[in-house]
């Protein structure tokens, strides 16, 4: 018998070699194919905080709820209707507005600046400002700002198209000689909410 050729060892030994490396792939491939999977009992990648019971998921929340401050008390149903009438209300912006009415009112007054006050009342309240300044001594001014010290929403409202919010303000007025006094009042504004007019106009004046 003749001895095998070096070329049919060389072909039997490369064959080995390819069988040997197909079953190490078949399996290899076995492998990753199994880790790779998901089970029902892996925790998830980027675990997501589940909202507590009864609390609105973030994403689900309305502005007007996300802006809505806490502290409102019993002006809060009030307010929330104005906000869903309204979703450019924002409560906030409202009370430093207000704040910044209130300044601007009580100035005007004192100076006797009717022009002034027709922007910022409404007509009834305008024409109770005027006849007050009408009726002043001549040169005598109105109560001036000393300090305002606080400003606080105690009601609110939507009648129909109207909203109106009332705030308690605390302040320092002077009078001449009467000297510097303490006032607490409670100042109702309104809007017309489908009106393209941003501005609020104080509604009514009443000792808080």
Do not use: C
């Not at 430093?96 to 100035?107: D, F, L, T, V």
């Not at 305002?148 to 609110?156: F, M, N, R, T």
């Not at 007025?173 to 009467?178: I, M, N, P, Q, S």
């Amino acid at each position: 018998m003749a001895a095998p050729s070096w070329s049919t060892e060389l072909d039997q030994s490369t064959l080995e070699i390819l069988i040997l490396a197909f079953v190490a792939g078949f399996v290899l491939f076995r492998l990753y194919s199994t880790l790779g999977k998901r089970t029902g009992a892996e925790r998830p990648a980027d675990p997501q905080p589940q909202p507590a019971q009864g609390e609105m998921p973030r994403e689900a929340a309305t502005p007007a709820q996300r802006t809505m401050p806490a502290g409102i008390g019993s002006a809060g149903e009030g307010l929330m209707a104005i906000l869903r009438a309204d979703p450019h209300f924002e409560v906030d912006h409202f009370v430093s507005g207000s704040r910044a009415a209130y300044e601007m009112i009580i100035n005007a007054f004192a100076k006797g600046d009717k022009d002034s006050l027709r922007g910022l009342l409404t007509p009834r309240v305008f024409d109770s400002y005027a006849a007050a300044i009408n009726n002043r001594p001549a040169g005598e001014p109105g109560p001036e700002l000393v300090r305002l010290k606080s400003a606080e929403i105690v009601d609110a409202e939507l009648e129909g198209d109207i909203a109106r919010v009332t705030v308690k303000f605390e302040a320092e007025l002077a009078e001449g000689a009467h000297g510097v006094r303490d006032a607490r009042e409670r100042w109702s504004f309104e809007r017309d909410i489908r009106s393209p007019d941003p501005n609020w106009l104080l509604a009514r004046v009443k000792a808080a």
